[in-house]
Each structure stands twice: as structure tokens, then as C-alpha cells.
């Protein structure tokens, strides 16, 4: 999760937003380069969230499913998920780069969209898929999980809680709750940050497909600010899951501060090695 929202940021906020705008004359402006960066900003957004939903997923299996848990919360299920929702949504998003052309005729510069885009039905029905894909689906889904894993979290630690107070240790520290409460931290940090961040997104969508505002958009966008500020949102909700993990997780902490003292780590012993054969 955390390499693609890191993702997401290169694709979509250094080169699509950033380097579009303010690098002028680089070969990122040319058409086969822009068409290509048109194509991975989109993908790095859906591997973001349909991983984010897989994670809430594997979340209520391992709290909710305990017969399933075992065969399903393994590392090589994960590698699994992760390879085939990358994969699938890379091939998602094929038909984006078809709709840009070039700006003019004799040199391949820049990307126009395709009016198209908003008048053929084919493409209406691609429109209506990518929007629905991400982040319609995902939005209720990553909600109803939740619902039902804290649901079950909350009604097994009133149980156990209940045991406890006739058992002889009910004055020591339960370890099984407070894994169950920091469960519930993670889970309500990273689906409630991720529902607030594209909520916007998402009312947008609806107000533009239930009007007849998306039919008028080849020729001005309706509410710009109001979508700009959505899509600013969006994009800062791939930054929020790595400061998550960062701040509840240990593991996640460790394996990020070694990877920062790697390339420290390797260059120190180069210059050991080279000190001894000098």
C-alpha cells in the first residue's frame, strides 16, 4: 500500500500536475510521454485504493472468519491480491492513452482529450465503469467491512471482558483486547481517512451524472473549484496511509527506518572494505 500511494504521488502529483505546468520544454510534453503518464496516473490511483480495500478486507477475514483465516491471511495469499488487482486494473486502464491526441497536427505535442469522451456511448460506458471502479465501489465496500469487523470486534471484547471479571488475572493487562483495540485504531485511521478524502470526489461524480453537467463538460467544467478540491483531497489520501502505518505500527516503523540507514549502512561498509585493501 505504501509503494503505491508512493505511486501516486510520482505519477500523479510530480508528473501530472507538477511537470505538465511548470517544466516547460522536456520531452515529458510529448504526446506518446504525456499519453503515457495519462495512463499510469489513473492505474496508481485505482492500485491505491482497490489495495486499500483489499487490506479492509483481509482485516474482516482475519478478526471475522477464523476457519478461513488461515488459509486465506498468508503471505503468499497477499502476493496473490496484490499481483492480480495490479494487474487487472493496469488492464483497466489501457483505453485512456486512445483518447488523447495530439495538439497539432504536424508534431506530436502535448494531450487533448477527445470530445469523444463525452458524446460516444462506448466511451460514456467506460466513463461510468472508471468512475464506479474507483472510488464508488470501494467508498461503500471499504464502509460495510468496517461496520462488520468492528461489529464483531466490539461484541468479542464484551464477552471476553465479561469472563475476565470471574477469572483470577482480571486486574492484569489483557494482551488479546489491546491487539483487538490497536486493530480497530488502524482500521478506523486508514478506511475514515480514506471515506473523508474522496468524499468530495464522489459527491462530485453523482452531481455530474444525475445533471446533465457531463455532457457540457467538453466545453467548460462545471463547479472547477469544487473538483479541483477534490481531486487535491484525493491525492493527499495517498500520503495519509504510510503516515498511518508509520505511527501505529512498529514493524512498518523498523523496515522504514531501515531502508532510510541502507544506503548508509552499505556506503560505510564500502569504505571499510576500500580502507582495508588500501
Known amino acids: 500500500m505504501a509503494a503505491a500511494d508512493l505511486m501516486v504521488i510520482v505519477w500523479n502529483v510530480i508528473l501530472h500536475r507538477i511537470a505538465t505546468l511548470y517544466w516547460k520544454n522536456t520531452f515529458l510534453l510529448h504526446t506518446p510521454v ?69 495538439y497539432y497536427y504536424w508534431m506530436q505535442l502535448g494531450c487533448k482529450l477527445s470530445t469523444n469522451f463525452f458524446f460516444d456511448p462506448i466511451w460514456i460506458a467506460f466513463s461510468w465503469i472508471e468512475q464506479l ?37 482480571r486486574n492484569e493487562k489483557d494482551a488479546e483486547l489491546m491487539n483487538r483495540r490497536r486493530s480497530i485504531v488502524l482500521l478506523f485511521a486508514i478506511s475514515s481517512s480514506f471515506i473523508l478524502l474522496w468524499i468530495t470526489t464522489v459527491i462530485y461524480f453523482i452531481y455530474v451524472r444525475i445533471t446533465a453537467a457531463f455532457m457540457r463538460r467538453y466545453q467548460y467544467t462545471p463547479f472547477p473549484n469544487f473538483q479541483e478540491a477534490g481531486i487535491m483531497l484525493q491525492l493527499l489520501s495517498s500520503c495519509t496511509n504510510t503516515a498511518i502505518y508509520t505511527i501505529t505500527q512498529r514493524k512498518f516503523r523498523n523496515l522504514l527506518l531501515s531502508s532510510i540507514k541502507y544506503p548508509f549502512t552499505l556506503l560505510g561498509k564500502l569504505v571499510k572494505f576500500g580502507g582495508k585493501h588500501y
Not at 495512463?39 to 483489499?54: E, Y
Open 133 to 169: 471502479l474507483t472510488p464508488v465501489i470501494p467508498f461503500f465496500l471499504i464502509l460495510l467491512f468496517n461496520i462488520v469487523t468492528i461489529r464483531r470486534i466490539l461484541i468479542a471484547s464484551r464477552g471476553r471482558m465479561s469472563l475476565r471479571k470471574h477469572s483470577s488475572d
Open 34 to 102: 504525456c499519453r503515457f503518464i495519462l495512463f499510469m496516473s489513473p492505474a496508481a490511483i485505482d492500485i491505491s485504493v482497490w489495495l486499500t480495500v483489499s487490506f479492509t478486507f483481509d482485516r474482516l477475514v482475519a478478526i471475522c472468519c477464523q476457519k478461513l483465516k488461515t488459509k486465506y491471511c498468508t503471505e503468499k495469499t497477499a502476493v496473490v491480491v496484490i499481483t492480480t488487482v495490479s494487474s487487472l486494473l493496469c488492464l483497466k486502464n489501457i483505453p485512456w492513452p486512445f483518447l488523447y491526441s495530439s
